[in-house]
């Protein structure tokens, strides 16, 4: 079983930062195929949008465009661990934040919720103006 356990979160004021944190653990044979890793915003009634995305390996990263120059997704040595560095966060940046993680195939953000097999609990991030 693999999890992902998600922190961070917590409320700012417009122009501020915030540094999410997504450990991985469980099933060895999963976090060793494990190709891309993705963060994830969603706000209540709307659908669930990919807002960076990282390559295990090859280190690749994409962004929407909504967070290019702002955000910065990462993953430590271990490659057990990624982050998400949130900096000039505005009031639209609210929202609950998910870690996602998949095997083999792509990585890249215009990937669906739907093709990824592991979800943390998310995290909230509020941001007011």
């Known amino acids: 079983q693999v999890q992902l356990v998600e922190s961070g979160g917590g409320s700012v004021q417009a122009g501020g930062s915030l540094r999410l944190s997504c450990v991985v653990s469980g099933d060895r044979d999963y976090t060793s ?3 891309c890793m993705a963060w994830f915003r969603q706000v209540l009634g709307k659908e669930r949008e990919a807002v960076a995305t990282i390559h295990t ?3 690749g990263t994409d962004y929407a465009d909504s967070v290019k120059g702002r955000f910065t997704i990462s993953l ?3 490659k057990t661990t ?3 560095e949130m900096n000039d966060l505005k009031p639209e940046d609210t929202a609950m934040y998910y870690c996602a993680a998949r095997v083999g195939g792509y990585c890249y953000i215009g990937l669906r919720p739907a093709d990824y097999t592991a979800w943390g609990q998310g995290t909230q991030v509020t941001v007011s103006s």
């Open 82 to 84: 990624a982050y998400l």
């Open 76 to 78: 430590d040595n271990a």
């Open 57 to 59: 390996l090859a280190g």
């Open 33 to 35: 195929s494990r190709r």
